[in-house]
């Protein structure tokens, strides 16, 4: 069974996704991905602050991943991957109580469910790139 933190991250990714194709209001996208795919989930607020977290830090995420995935200009990624990759790089970066080594674990599962058959390597080598230029930085 899946962790209330999984699944939350696995509705921000689709509404991620979602977001880029539709536009609208990603937090009413967000709710209503909630409803349908984790009615039951316990923390919710997660969800939305890792979402608003993405949204707040958008243009620095993606400058990270375009650093870390040099030989993949942005907008060459597969959507789904570069939904994946703005959640595990905002983990990394940004959210203090989130371990990186978790970032990058949970990042690779969902992409294991939901990319094609090299998405998850694909995302643990730019996590990974991404986790070990934050660390060299902080020595």
Same mark, same amino acid.
């Given at each position: ?25 990603? !937090?009413? @996208?967000? *709710? ?7 009615? $039951? #989930?316990?923390?919710? +607020?997660? /969800? ?14 993606? !400058?990270? @991943?375009? *650093? ?7 907008? $060459? #990624?597969?959507?789904? +991957?570069? /939904? ?27 992409? $294991? ?27």
């Amino acid at each position: 069974m899946a962790s209330n933190r999984h699944l939350a991250r696995t509705c921000v990714m689709q509404t991620l996704f979602a977001y880029e194709f539709r536009g609208g209001t990603a !937090k009413k @996208i967000l *709710e209503t991905v909630l409803k349908e795919f984790a009615p $039951k #989930i316990k923390n919710a +607020d997660f /969800a939305y602050e890792l979402l608003e977290g993405i949204q707040k830090h958008k243009k620095t995420i993606l !400058k990270i @991943i375009q *650093e870390n995935a040099p030989q993949w200009p942005i907008d $060459k #990624i597969a959507p789904i +991957d570069r /939904a994946i990759l703005e959640i595990g790089v905002y983990e990394i970066l940004y959210a203090k109580e989130v371990p990186p080594v978790v970032a990058i674990n949970e990042s690779v599962e969902i992409a $294991k469910h939901f990319g094609d058959t090299n998405s998850s390597k694909f995302i643990n080598g730019v996590l990974s790139s991404v986790m070990n230029t934050k660390i060299k930085k902080t020595k």
